[in-house]
């Protein structure tokens, strides 16, 4: 039986809601293996909208068990009122249906602070994150002092992982000026929230374990973008976790073998939120139409988001680093109509041409793209439900795109409908 892991090729916001909903429905178990509620996934299922942050996206399906694994931070007052939510939309549910490793880490009130303090201060460069304590949550994790789910059930350990970590941060919000924490109210509030979150916890990878042997199909639902990787993103302005395909294991509990197929979605064009390196950017007509068409503004914090072509160099090298099997391609309508397309094919960096994206972040601001120029199409893609109903020109811009990353579509998104996809080949495959 097939597992699969998807994840965002470039710099997130790639479409990920419609393709996740798509196989979650053939898949058993959906599960979140990084990221937190900085993540904003939309799904239209039989015409209703959910907007899911924090959940994997199988809780919006009859049926299915979601997980959020250790990788995951996890806010639980966000999580909390995501689940009111969607239950006042009609949707169930349970400690049968939601498993939250006991494992993962808590994002507390003083790490979205925290997170928004530094980014409003002028003297450091802002990353242009989404405010949400991510990073502060992350670094307390590796720091060895964030708050855990399991901690939760005893209320002494709770109290020394509480002194623990407002050791650190007292010292360090003095240092910004903040006023210290109220180490009573915070333990208050940590009690009062531990009967709600404390029924989903479960050691998730024994319950990944038997569903793999089980031969139930897993789908391991990534977040953000290749791009934003700790590791291999467009460091330091990437997020705080490692969003790339290997970290589907890691993040769940589960050995390197467990993903069968990677799944990397990535947009006929390119956009990013927030700040950093983006080397097709466009500040001109054809960036605020690609704006336009494409709805580029956040589900999570409503921003607009900065648009450029379609970035091969970039999609190759991510391609390479999840070791995607094939891609899904979303949004191709949004080119439609289109005089002349570019792709970019290298980069031209003082004189030299690269094929890749150098690491050092101020060589990556000062690359220069090379492109290719391509006839655009006239008529519509929007819909298209087989290779028939495509233009030749759009063909011919998928049949490039495949060539230039090195990796093969195996599916084609034309429109938010959950039907206009043209499947070539099967990441569940047998
Ligand atoms: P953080 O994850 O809130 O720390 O933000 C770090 C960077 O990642 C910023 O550039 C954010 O705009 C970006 N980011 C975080 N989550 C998402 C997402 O779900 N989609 C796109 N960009 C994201």
Redesign the pocket.
């Given at each position: 039986m097939a597992n699969v892991a998807v994840i965002?090729a470039q710099?997130?916001?790639e479409g990920k809601g419609k393709l996740v909903d798509w196989l979650s429905e053939r898949a058993d178990v959906i599960v979140r293996f990084q990221?937190?509620h900085?993540?904003?996934h939309t799904l239209v299922i039989d015409g209703t909208t959910y907007k899911l942050h924090a959940l994997p996206s199988g809780v919006v399906r009859r049926g299915k068990l979601s997980i959020i694994g250790n990788g995951v931070v996890l806010d639980p007052w966000h999580l909390i009122r995501e689940i009111e939510g969607l239950r006042g939309q009609g949707v169930d549910i349970t400690p049968e249906t939601l498993m939250i490793a006991e494992n993962t880490p808590l994002i507390l009130p003083f790490h979205g602070e925290l997170?928004r303090a530094r980014e409003s201060q002028t003297s450091v460069a802002r990353?242009?994150?989404?405010?949400?304590?991510?990073?502060p949550a992350y670094e307390d994790k590796v720091g060895r002092r964030v708050i855990r789910v399991a901690d939760l059930a005893d209320r002494r350990t709770l109290s020394l992982r509480v002194d623990r970590a407002l050791t650190h941060h007292n010292a360090l919000r003095s240092g910004l000026g903040l006023t210290a924490i109220d180490r009573d109210a915070l333990i208050a509030e940590l009690e009062a929230v531990a009967p709600q979150i404390l029924p989903y916890a479960k050691p998730v990878w024994k319950e990944l374990d038997q569903a793999r042997r089980r031969g139930r199909r897993i789908l391991f639902e990534g977040?953000?973008?290749a791009l934003?990787d700790i590791d291999f993103g467009t460091y330091p302005?990437?997020?705080?976790?490692n969003v790339v395909a290997g970290q589907a294991a890691t993040g769940s509990g589960m050995g390197p073998d467990a993903v069968d197929f990677v799944l990397g979605i990535v947009k006929a064009y390119t956009t990013?939120?927030?700040?950093?390196p983006f080397p097709t950017e466009l500040d001109d007509a054809d960036g605020a139409r690609l704006g336009t068409r494409g709805h580029e503004f956040?589900?999570?914090?409503g921003?607009q988001?900065r648009c450029g072509w379609f970035d091969a160099c970039l999609v190759r090298q991510t391609a390479a680093i999840s070791g995607m099997h094939g891609i899904a391609l979303t949004k191709l309508d949004v080119l439609d109509g289109f005089d002349r397309l570019r792709i970019c094919v290298a980069y031209d960096l003082d004189g030299e041409r690269l094929d890749h994206l150098p690491t050092a972040s101020e060589a990556q601001a000062r690359c220069v793209p090379i492109y290719e120029e391509m006839d655009g199409w006239s008529d519509s893609t929007r819909g298209a439900r087989s290779w028939a109903d495509l233009p030749a020109g759009a063909i011919k811009y998928v049949r490039r795109v495949e060539e230039l990353i090195g990796c093969p579509v195996a599916l084609l998104s034309t429109s938010p409908e959950r039907e206009d996809t043209i499947l070539v080949t099967d990441p569940f495959r047998d």
């Open positions: 965002g710099w997130g916001d990221g937190g900085n993540a904003g997170d990353i242009g994150t989404t405010g949400r304590g991510i990073g977040a953000q973008g934003l302005y990437v997020t705080s976790s990013r939120v927030g700040e950093g956040g589900t999570t914090t921003r988001r």
